[in-house]
């Protein structure tokens, strides 16, 4: 079965159907607040940090939630930068 193409502001829950609207999650740091962004493999332990970080520069994740039974979709594209 293939997924139907995302839509950048909304999507159908493939759950209970209901409307799924676009938002997304945030990562805080001393730095300040910013968009999550996924990165190929598994993370690696810095001794400093927590982890360290990627050299590439990741995509941008977008979430969609339902709005009857909130249930969370989490996209990583490119389309999901601005």
């Avoid at 079965?1 to 999507?11: A, S, W």
């Avoid at 609207?21 to 805080?28: L, V």
């Avoid at 360290?52 to 995509?59: C, E, Q, R, W």
Wanted: hydrophobic letters at 30%; glycine letters at 8%.
């Amino acid at each position: 079965m293939t997924q139907p193409p995302i839509n950048k502001n909304k999507q159908e829950c493939p759950k209970c159907h209901g409307e799924m609207i676009r938002g997304f999650c945030s990562a805080h740091s001393l730095k300040g607040t910013y968009i999550e962004k996924w990165h190929k493999g598994e993370p690696e332990q810095s001794f400093w940090t927590g982890i360290k970080t990627p050299t590439s520069i990741g995509l941008p994740v977008s979430v969609f939630r339902c709005q009857n039974c909130g249930l969370l979709e989490f996209y990583a594209d490119m389309k999901f930068s601005t």
